[in-house]
Nanobody
Framework: QVQLAESGGGLVQAGGSLKLSCAGSARTFRYYAVGWFRQAPGKEREFVAAISWVGGSTYYADSVKGRFTISRDNAKNTVYLQMNSLKPEDTAVYYC?????????????????WGQGTQVTVSS
């Protein structure tokens, strides 16, 4: 079983940047795809970005394309989400997820393990 821990959230002004990290507890974390999802107050959790196990394939939601970048450092068992040009509508709890698939998945059912989430708040 993989335990995931997100960090890097916080309060930032619109137009600012944050970099989220997702650390996996198991060595096998590096062999599987990882996704980032977010849930805003009163809304369903939605897909943000995903990356394959070697990082060669990435996918983004249209709402973040061109502003967010997902990457991974398998030597550190960590996946990152660099968020630039943040908007108030990016405010949400951000979750990372992993599972037993090597290819990235944009649906939540494609992942078995979830972190506790990290709060991102963008002020206008």
């Amino acid at each position: 079983q993989v335990q995931l821990a997100e960090s890097g959230g916080g309060l930032v002004q619109a137009g600012g940047s944050l970099k989220l990290s997702c650390a996996g507890s198991a060595r096998t974390f590096r062999y599987y795809a990882v996704g980032w999802f977010r849930q805003a107050p009163g809304k369903e959790r939605e897909f943000v970005a995903a990356i394959s196990w070697v990082g060669g394939s990435t996918y983004y939601a249209d709402s973040v394309k061109g502003r967010f970048t997902i990457s991974r450092d398998n030597a550190k068992n960590t996946v990152y989400l660099q968020m630039n040009s943040l908007k108030p509508e990016d405010t949400a709890v951000y979750y990372c997820a992993s599972g037993s698939r090597t290819y990235p998945n944009i649906v939540q059912s494609g992942y078995d393990y979830w972190g506790q989430g990290t709060q991102v708040t963008v002020s206008s």
